[in-house]
């Protein structure tokens, strides 16, 4: 079984308010898959919906391609929203509780406190923990078990840049080691960099999704500068070279349309009569895709 | 069941305001025992002793027991439900693989526990009273009267599941002690003055306060010289009519048991379909 999860349909309202609205993505085994998108778009929701905290209004998800109940939970290490634990425990006795759901031995404990340098805090009270601190805490619960899946929801928020470099390098690791990892975030940078697949989210719908690495090369953008940019933009309109076309002066930036090369671009203008004093190509970053997609 | 135990341990005996609450419990109920049994009042026929005597002591003590229930039991499963959506471990716990159910169950278990703490305190509270005021000690008076202890018990279950019931509506424990409280001294009461009189003792405070009744002092501390030849005090209150008839006991109980799975039923129900 290769697909690990399966949305189809995902309805969750809240008033007249869609959170998500027929949302619908798989996710393969061994995929670091981002789920991107701005502030309400839906990404709590989607993963509290697959990880059973609340209900959906209508569609279903599968996980492992069956209908879930708590047993699978069990193998799912997950971190939603801000990590909740008892502030008044420790560290080691908040992680016992989830051993003890998960019917885990104690010295996993010492395993994943240490893989999150939270080691020397072990019987610290959680209250007394740093907002970064907390957060590895979250990212350490996730771990426990060394569980095929994890569900990650904004795991690098509230962390240092040292700190987030740590995590996206334990994701990244995770993620080496064949495990499939689902991870929510509003860092564009955080899911270029660490995911292989990603789906943008808005206003609860998936606008796009894909490999992260195709996303970008289908995106690739061709800047050109001419003399003459107003003919040769009608002319590249006409003949449909672009998907995005923009034009600022002497110069035309666009996206090309599915198939077209800069190469066959350069070529059709030179057969037109257009002189190009210049020809670059601009891999377009996630962010300013981001940015197009969510406009 | 052993898990849910281990889990619901963790959580309750590392809590200070769990251990805040369970030691002022017993403190305060010792301490009334205690001040009770110094208590000297002089009227002929009448001996105060005789109430800490067995089988007198156990009504009594369950009667003492039963303010209890009402203010720190209650509050105690208030605040520990209360916890779980306040410090959203409820999500904790739901993501990681216990069911709804088991949520619910953990709770439950609590209360089968922290009513078994009480009934135990009574049970020492009311051995140690018994063997110092009892002049003729045997089985049969230790034993007679005994029985509250158990219904002392199903009180206790019940002012905690319907404290459960509110922890589970509201979520927030201030709101909830608060609409717990006001339920039990003006929301009911003030509903009863509008229902007909036969129906008034079958609501759930009355009905569940009434399981452990006030003692007819006067009637239990009685000496010998007042008991007429019927076997009976002539001040027993019942038969002087001070007190409405009361619900027979197994009634009260099976009414009880009902409100207790009704009120279970609800919690159940709220947490089967919240968000968490």
Same mark, same amino acid.
């Given at each position: 079984?290769?697909?690990?999860?399966?949305?189809?349909?995902?309805?969750?309202?809240?008033?007249?308010?869609?959170?998500?609205?027929?949302?619908?993505?798989?996710?393969?085994?061994?995929?670091?898959?981002?789920?991107?998108?701005?502030?309400?778009?839906?990404?709590?929701?989607?993963?509290?919906?697959?990880?059973? /905290?609340?209900?959906?209004?209508?569609?279903?998800?599968?996980?492992?391609?069956?209908? *879930?109940?708590?047993?699978?939970?069990?193998?799912?290490?997950? =971190?939603?929203?801000?990590?909740?634990?008892?502030?008044?425990?420790?560290?080691?006795?908040?992680?016992?509780?989830?051993?003890? #759901?998960?019917?885990?031995?104690?010295?996993?404990?010492?395993?994943?406190?240490?893989?999150?340098?939270?080691?020397?805090?072990?019987?610290?009270?959680?209250?007394? =923990?740093?907002?970064?601190?907390?957060?590895?805490?979250?990212?350490?619960?996730?771990?426990?078990? @060394? *569980?095929?899946?994890?569900?990650?929801?904004?795991?690098? @928020?509230? =962390?240092?840049?040292?700190?987030?470099?740590?995590?996206?390098?334990?994701?990244?690791?995770?993620?080496?080691?064949?495990?499939?990892? /689902?991870?929510?975030?509003?860092?564009?940078?955080?899911?270029?960099?660490?995911?292989?697949?990603?789906?943008?989210?808005?206003?609860?719908?998936?606008?796009?999704?894909?490999?992260?690495?195709?996303?970008?090369?289908?995106?690739?953008?061709?800047? #050109?500068?001419?003399?003459?940019?107003?003919?040769?933009?009608?002319? =590249?309109?006409?003949?449909?070279?672009?998907?995005?076309?923009?034009?600022?002066?002497?110069?035309?930036?666009?996206?090309?349309?599915?198939?077209?090369?800069?190469?066959?671009?350069?070529?059709?203008?030179?057969?037109?009569?257009?002189?190009?004093?210049?020809?670059?190509?601009?891999?377009?970053?996630?962010?300013?895709?981001?940015?197009?997609?969510?406009? | 069941?052993?898990?849910?135990?281990?889990?619901?341990?963790?959580?309750?005996?590392?809590?200070?305001?769990?251990?805040?609450?369970?030691?002022?419990?017993?403190?305060?109920?010792?301490?009334?025992?205690?001040? !009770?049994?110094?208590?000297?009042? !002089?009227?002929?026929?009448?001996?105060? !002793?005789?109430?800490?005597?067995?089988?007198?002591?156990? %009504?009594?003590? !369950?009667?003492?027991?039963?303010?209890?229930?009402?203010?720190?039991?209650?509050?105690?499963?208030?605040?520990?439900?209360?916890?779980?959506?306040?410090?959203?471990?409820?999500?904790?716990?739901?993501?990681?693989?216990?069911?709804?159910?088991?949520?619910?169950?953990?709770?439950?278990?609590?209360?089968?526990?922290?009513?078994?703490?009480?009934?135990?305190?009574?049970?020492?509270?009311?051995?140690? &009273?018994?063997?110092?005021?009892?002049?003729?000690?045997?089985?049969?008076?230790?034993?007679?009267?005994?029985?509250?202890?158990?219904?002392?018990?199903?009180?206790?279950?019940?002012?905690?599941?319907?404290?459960?019931?509110?922890?589970?509506?509201?979520?927030?424990?201030?709101?909830?002690?608060?609409?717990?409280?006001?339920?039990?001294?003006?929301?009911? %009461?003030?509903?009863?003055?509008?229902? %007909?009189?036969?129906?008034?003792?079958?609501?759930?405070?009355?009905?569940?306060?009434?399981?452990?009744?006030? %003692?007819?002092?006067?009637?239990?501390?009685?000496?010998?010289?007042?008991?007429?030849?019927?076997?009976?005090?002539?001040?027993?209150?019942?038969?002087?009519?001070?007190?409405?008839?009361?619900?027979?006991?197994?009634? &009260?109980?099976?009414?009880?048991?009902?409100?207790?799975?009704?009120?279970?039923?609800?919690?159940?129900?709220?947490?089967?379909?919240?968000?968490?």
């Amino acid at each position: 079984m290769n697909e690990v999860l399966n949305i189809s349909g995902l309805t969750k309202r809240y008033g007249t308010l869609y959170a998500i609205k027929n949302l619908s993505f798989k996710i393969e085994k061994g995929t670091v898959y981002g789920i991107l998108g701005p502030n309400g778009s839906g990404k709590t929701t989607t993963l509290s919906i697959i990880m059973g /905290i609340i209900h959906a209004d209508s569609g279903n998800f599968k996980w492992f391609g069956k209908d *879930p109940d708590h047993r699978t939970y069990k193998n799912i290490g997950s =971190l939603i929203e801000t990590p909740s634990f008892y502030p008044y425990l420790s560290l080691y006795k908040n992680l016992k509780i989830i051993t003890e #759901i998960k019917e885990l031995p104690s010295n996993e404990i010492d395993r994943v406190l240490g893989l999150t340098n939270l080691l020397a805090r072990k019987h610290s009270q959680h209250i007394t =923990l740093s907002l970064g601190m907390k957060q590895r805490l979250g990212i350490a619960a996730a771990m426990l078990g @060394n *569980p095929e899946v994890m569900v990650l929801d904004e795991p690098t @928020n509230g =962390l240092d840049p040292e700190g987030i470099a740590e995590v996206r390098k334990l994701i990244i690791k995770e993620a080496e080691a064949g495990k499939t990892i /689902i991870l929510a975030s509003h860092i564009l940078d955080e899911v270029e960099k660490v995911c292989s697949h990603v789906a943008i989210l808005k206003k609860g719908k998936v606008l796009r999704s894909g490999k992260v690495h195709e996303l970008l090369k289908n995106d690739e953008m061709v800047k #050109i500068t001419s003399s003459k940019a107003k003919e040769l933009h009608e002319a =590249l309109v006409r003949g449909g070279w672009q998907k995005n076309i923009e034009m600022n002066g002497n110069e035309i930036l666009l996206s090309l349309a599915e198939g077209k090369t800069p190469g066959e671009l350069n070529e059709f203008a030179f057969k037109n009569g257009f002189v190009l004093d210049k020809i670059e190509i601009i891999k377009q970053s996630l962010e300013s895709q981001f940015l197009e997609i969510i406009k | 069941m052993k898990k849910l135990l281990n889990i619901e341990f963790i959580k309750t005996l590392n809590n200070s305001t769990f251990k805040l609450i369970i030691i002022l419990h017993a403190l305060l109920f010792m301490l009334l025992v205690y001040f !009770s049994t110094k208590i000297d009042i !002089s009227i002929p026929g009448f001996k105060v !002793s005789n109430m800490f005597m067995f089988p007198n002591v156990w %009504p009594l003590f !369950s009667w003492y027991a039963s303010w209890f229930n009402l203010l720190f039991l209650g509050i105690i499963i208030i605040v520990l439900t209360g916890n779980e959506f306040s410090f959203r471990t409820s999500r904790l716990m739901i993501s990681n693989g216990i069911s709804r159910n088991e949520f619910l169950m953990g709770k439950l278990m609590l209360i089968l526990l922290i009513s078994a703490w009480g009934m135990t305190l009574i049970f020492l509270a009311g051995s140690i &009273s018994g063997f110092i005021f009892t002049d003729k000690l045997s089985l049969i008076s230790f034993f007679e009267n005994s029985h509250i202890l158990l219904i002392y018990f199903v009180q206790a279950i019940a002012y905690m599941s319907l404290a459960l019931f509110f922890a589970n509506i509201f979520k927030n424990n201030a709101l909830s002690i608060m609409m717990y409280l006001l339920y039990f001294i003006m929301i009911e %009461p003030l509903f009863r003055l509008f229902l %007909p009189k036969a129906i008034r003792p079958y609501l759930p405070v009355k009905l569940i306060s009434g399981l452990t009744p006030l %003692p007819e002092f006067f009637a239990i501390g009685s000496d010998d010289s007042m008991i007429s030849i019927n076997g009976k005090s002539p001040l027993e209150l019942q038969g002087i009519n001070l007190f409405p008839e009361s619900i027979p006991t197994y009634l &009260s109980l099976i009414l009880a048991v009902a409100y207790i799975s009704l009120f279970i039923t609800a919690s159940w129900y709220i947490i089967k379909k919240r968000d968490f």
